[in-house]
Structures are given as C-alpha cells and as structure tokens.
C-alpha cells in the first residue's frame, strides 16, 4: 500500500521561499515519475511539477523559473523548493503519481502567501 504524506507548509509573505516534502512509502516510488499538485481556492488541481525516475523535471508555466523539483530515492522522498512565492501560489500542495493515482493522495500541505 503506498501511502504519501506532506510536509513544509506555512504562512509566509510574497516574495519569500518555502521547501516542501513528501515522504513515500511502498514500493511505487523509485520506478515512478512524481510530481507536486496544487489546490487553490475555487480552482482546479492542477499539476506544477514533475521529475522522472533519472530525474528529468518539467514546470508549469505559472512556477517555472521559481520552484525546483527533486527527488532522494534512497529515502523515498519528493521535494519542491518553491522561492518568489506570490500570493497566487497559495492552496493545499499535494504530491502524486504523473499520472496521479485516486488512492495515493495525501492530506497536503498547505501554502498561504501573504501580500
């Protein structure tokens, strides 16, 4: 059974950083491409960031130049260092599967960047 659990979220002010965490447990982890969802109030999930078993990382638009994806196989962990943060950027962060799995997500972690 995998099970993914956040961490790293907090209340910070525009233009600050922030790293988040995902620990993983089960055995999905080191074969499989993960990536970093986001919540935002009255939007969509939507997928910000991924990176590959060799480690090969893609950005959506909103986050690319500003946040970083990385991942330590050896301690089953998925990492988004987030830095300029803007207010847009607030919501509940979860990690996944690319594609996501319906029974991997977490609790999330949750992001709330003040102005």
């Known amino acids: 059974q995998v099970r993914l659990v956040e961490s790293g979220g907090g209340l910070v002010q525009a233009g600050e950083s922030l790293r988040l965490s995902c620990a993983a447990s089960?055995?999905?982890?080191?074969?499989?491409?993960m990536g970093w969802y986001r919540q935002a109030p009255g939007k969509q999930r939507e997928l910000l960031a991924t990176i590959t078993s060799r480690r090969i990382s893609n950005y959506a638009d909103s986050v690319k130049g500003r946040f970083t994806i990385s991942r330590d196989n050896a301690k089953n962990a998925v990492y988004l260092q987030m830095n300029s943060l803007k207010p847009e950027d607030t919501g509940l962060y979860y990690c996944n599967a690319v594609p996501f799995r319906d029974e991997y997500w977490g609790q999330g972690t949750q992001v709330t960047v003040s102005s």
């Open positions: 089960g055995t999905i982890f080191v074969t499989s491409a």
